[in-house]
């Protein structure tokens, strides 16, 4: 059980450890470990659940690294200005155009065989003008529009087939007091993905591609902002939209779960979502159908993203070993097997021809779409992302018309980027991310270290996907301080545990638990702060907590220790269930907390040895 404790006061706990050793990992065989492992950065914590674990399986000859990194290029470009950038990248919110600024540290891939399989109308939105290819693209996630169908049957409205249907269906509902559309307008991508996805006709017109090409164009160092001739009608579109089918202001506060409950209640008859809670839906016996996006021309078409575009770092053609290893990981991350592992076999769409995706049942009317190339890969750079947060929001207000909804929209891109932020740290010291086999890993202890005086704890332990990979020696901004941190929703919990609790903790984080996180190779261990831990590694991959000391004595059942816990909820309460203990939460996020003590002053504190694997 959880009980969420009071605010507390951030000033009170910038405590930094005064004292502690280096890690030893810098030897010989350190240096070894280094070479020999593969980084691999992950957009989201959520492919460490199965994805992840199944790369690791297929190549249990290759050390990899991976780390949960950053949804944003901003942030591996702020790793590669400082020369750490990552062997292999992986990002979801991605553009040509915001990924410009790495094009010359990323390996051409043009040539591969991974490349070559990728369908020619995919490939082309991740081809350079001068023919390299850096980045390629997984699976693609469907999203469109999805309608509860016994909803639909209980009042005798027709499914909509094209925009006029659609709008009658929404206004017929809200004459019976059902909302016709609903979305989760909080979101930055709800807004930018209605506001293309009204409009796929006319982006991919002529004249639409080669404004987007100029746009996405890396080598174009001019600010490009919107064209007059396609996206002055995209705005038209949208306040037409608006107005038909009853967007109100209220709903730019909606969120995911707000318009998940009303659509399985039956008080919304379409949402925007995706093909995968399409599936979900179907399971949970909410009989939801997907449909796509109808342009006003009568037109379907599906608005498409993949699950992650992938890149590696062109450093490594400089080694051969590491070069070979890389190239195993890459092809193994777009296999047949990986990408079924990844969509669970049944609610995405390959992009590859040696792939065979199985569709789900409940989303076989995209086969048609698929087979006519109606798929669309929204624009989505970072500036696409906020600016249609902001501008749509005004839209559904009613501060802006069709018209100066597209002049801000335009004015914003146009706008010159502020790339004088201030720096809040400065660090003279790097540590690497590298998890070694005597020591551990430098960078995740010294943030934990860090954190174990901000939360004034004797003991912190923190799962490996806590932080974002290596600490720099380098001048951060807030935004990067911040980034330090997974994006994910970090927490932390606080309780003075006896020896005998504090070892059963530590045992459940490194053996793992039911239905929390097992630890699937060395980098994912986790990292503990004031005392050490001793490691089996057993043939099959699995780990054995073997000896927790402290100051170089085995802890006793009835010592006491003040300790902190950094977890996701979803991973602790299964910790906390096994182990039949009650924690208090602490009310702010961890990034927050980290953030706080940075702008104050606070300084990182220098990593120790904390684990022995044997």
């Given at each position: 059980?959880?009980?969420t404790k009071?605010?507390?006061?951030i ?5 930094v ?11 010989a065989?350190?240096?070894r ?9 992950l ?7 199965s ?11 290759v ?9 944003d ?24 155009h ?15 065989e991974v ?15 001068d023919g390299?290819v850096?980045?390629?693209p ?7 529009l999805?309608?509860?169908r ?7 409205i ?9 709008v ?5 509902f ?20 209605v ?18 090409s100029?746009y996405?164009d ?9 064209d ?8 038209e ?8 089918v ?9 969120s995911?779960?707000?318009v ?13 979502s ?8 179907q ?30 770092n062109k450093?490594?053609t400089?080694d051969k ?10 092809n193994?991350?777009l296999s047949?097997?990986?990408q ?7 609610d ?6 040696n ?6 049942p ?8 698929i ?21 749509v ?7 802006y ?8 929209f ?8 502020d790339?004088?932020a201030?720096?809040?740290l ?11 086999k ?23 332990i923190?799962?490996s ?8 020696k380098?001048?951060?901004t ?7 941190i ?17 070892r ?6 490194v ?26 590694e057993?043939?099959d991959?699995t780990y ?11 802890i006793?059942d ?8 950094l ?48």
């Amino acid at each position: 059980m959880i009980r969420t404790k009071g605010k507390r006061v951030i000033a009170a706990l910038l405590a930094v450890l005064l004292a502690v050793s280096l890690l030893s990992g810098c030897g010989a065989a350190g240096k070894r470990e280094d070479a020999e492992t593969i980084t691999v950065y992950l957009w989201s914590n959520d492919m460490l659940n199965s994805f992840a674990p199944y790369i690791q399986a297929q190549l249990p000859d290759v050390n990899i690294e991976f780390v949960v990194g950053n949804n944003d290029l901003d942030f591996y470009k702020f790793m590669n200005e400082n020369g750490e950038l990552p062997d292999i990248i992986t990002c979801r919110r991605f553009s040509l155009h915001d990924a410009a600024a790495l094009k010359d540290q990323l390996m051409d891939l043009s040539t591969t065989e991974v490349a070559g399989a990728v369908y020619e109308s995919y490939i082309g939105n991740f081809t350079n003008p001068d023919g390299t290819v850096n980045w390629l693209p997984l699976c693609g996630v469907a999203d469109g529009l999805v309608a509860n169908r016994a909803v639909f049957e209980e009042y005798g409205i027709p499914l909509p087939t094209d925009y006029d249907s659609l709008v009658a269906a929404c206004q017929a509902f809200e004459a019976e007091g059902i909302r016709g559309f609903v979305a989760d307008f909080a979101y930055d991508y709800t807004c930018m993905e209605v506001l293309q996805g009204l409009s796929i006709p006319e982006i991919t017109s002529m004249e639409g591609s080669m404004w987007r090409s100029a746009y996405e164009d890396p080598t174009n160092m001019e600010v490009t902002g919107l064209d007059d001739t396609v996206w002055p009608g995209v705005f038209e579109r949208m306040e037409q939209f608006i107005k038909d089918v009853n967007i109100r202001p209220e709903d730019l506060e909606l969120s995911y779960n707000p318009v998940i409950q009303m659509f399985t209640e039956g008080k919304a008859a379409v949402i925007r979502s995706g093909g995968s809670n399409t599936v979900a839906f179907q399971n949970m016996g909410v009989d939801a159908v997907f449909l796509p996006y109808f342009g006003q021309n009568g037109e379907q078409w599906v608005l498409s993203y993949p699950a992650f575009q992938v890149a590696l770092n062109k450093d490594l053609t400089q080694d051969k070993d590491r070069y070979e290893k890389a190239m195993r990981v890459l092809n193994v991350m777009l296999s047949e097997g990986s990408q079924n592992n990844l969509a669970n076999g049944e609610d995405v769409i390959s992009y590859s021809q040696n792939v065979n995706l199985k569709l789900s049942p409940y989303l076989e009317n995209l086969t048609p779409l698929i087979k006519q190339n109606h798929m669309y890969i929204r624009i989505a750079s970072n500036d696409f992302f906020a600016v249609s947060k902001d501008v749509v929001s005004k839209m559904v207000q009613g501060e802006y018309d069709a018209k100066q909804a597209y002049e801000a929209f335009d004015a914003q891109l146009r706008k010159p980027k502020d790339g004088g932020a201030e720096t809040v740290l400065t660090l003279e010291q790097g540590y690497s991310n590298i998890f070694h086999k005597k020591g551990g890993n430098e960078s995740y202890s010294a943030m934990a270290n860090t954190l174990r005086g901000v939360y004034d704890s004797d003991v912190l332990i923190a799962p490996s996907y806590s932080f974002t990979g290596s600490v720099m020696k380098a001048d951060y901004t807030e935004k990067m301080v911040g980034n330090m941190i997974i994006p994910n929703p970090l927490e932390a919990w606080k309780r003075e545990m006896s020896g005998a609790e504090l070892r059963e903790y530590i045992r459940c984080s490194v053996e793992g638990v039911k239905d929390g996180f097992t630890p699937f190779n060395r980098g994912s261990l986790p990292a503990v702060s004031g005392l050490s831990i001793e490691v089996l590694e057993s043939e099959d991959g699995t780990y054995q907590l073997s000896h927790v000391r402290k100051d170089g004595k085995e802890i006793r059942d009835d010592d006491t220790f003040q300790v902190t816990c950094l977890n996701l909820a979803a991973y602790m309460n299964p910790i906390l269930s096994a182990m039949n203990l009650e924690i208090e939460k602490e009310e702010t996020r961890v990034k927050n907390t980290w953030t706080a003590y940075i702008l104050e002053g606070g300084q990182v504190a220098e990593p120790e040895n904390y684990i022995t694997l044997k």
